[in-house]
């Protein structure tokens, strides 16, 4: 399985989900993906964004000063 990672910090929503969004298109099914983002709302937005398009969130993870979503990329 093969591990990607997203910076999102210092982009307000909709921006980390549209990030996102662009990058999974080239990830194949199966691939572990990082999101780093400093607006709070990816904490919400991105597990919903993941329920409606097949993927997998595995953790969320609040730190002090940003937030980081692990998810798997489902068939797309």
């Not at 997203?6 to 921006?15: K, N, S, V």
């Amino acid at each position: 399985m093969s591990r990607e990672s997203i910076d999102a910090r210092g982009l307000l929503c909709p921006l980390p989900v549209i990030r996102l969004q662009e990058a999974v298109r080239d990830f194949p099914p199966g691939t572990e993906v990082e999101v780093i983002g400093t607006d709070p709302g990816v904490l919400h937005d991105i597990p919903a964004w993941c329920r409606v398009h097949g993927h997998r969130v595995v953790k969320t993870e609040k730190g002090r000063d940003e937030y980081r979503i692990v998810l798997i990329v489902g068939e797309q």
